[in-house]
């Protein structure tokens, strides 16, 4: 059974910091690019960060460039989304998903597996 299972959300003052991590069971992790997306209410699902297979590259959004970091860990099938100087605007529920291929991209329609998703709400 594929799943992804994000956790580490929560609520954080503006200016706080989350980590978020995704657990990946029932499908190859090491070979695969990984990526974090997030949805507000009313808003169509975007890109956050993602890296490659070997961790080797790693891409962000504008918006959170130099305040997000993502990583993973292949030995423990994992990856993490390290938060930090968070804002109000950063108030969304995030995903973590899977690529088909290894090479970090920012294009939804390439993932095929996504997580539940985690809530990450940010007060001012």
């Known amino acids: 059974q594929v799943q992804l299972v994000e956790s580490g959300g929560g609520l954080v003052q503006a200016g706080g910091s989350l980590r978020l991590s995704c657990a990946a069971s029932?499908?190859?992790?090491?070979?695969?690019?990984m990526g974090w997306f997030r949805q507000a209410p009313g808003k169509e699902r975007e890109f956050v960060a993602t890296?490659?297979?070997?961790?080797?590259?790693?891409y962000y959004a504008d918006s959170v460039k130099g305040r997000f970091t993502i990583s993973r860990d292949n030995a423990k099938k994992s990856a993490y989304l390290q938060m930090n100087s968070l804002k109000p605007e950063d108030t969304a529920v995030y995903y973590c998903a899977q690529d088909r291929w290894g090479g970090a991209t920012s294009r939804l329609e390439t993932y095929d597996y996504w997580g539940q998703g985690t809530q990450v709400t940010v007060s001012s």
């Open positions: 890296i490659s297979w070997s961790g080797g590259s790693s």
């Open positions: 029932g499908l190859t992790f090491s070979t695969r690019a």
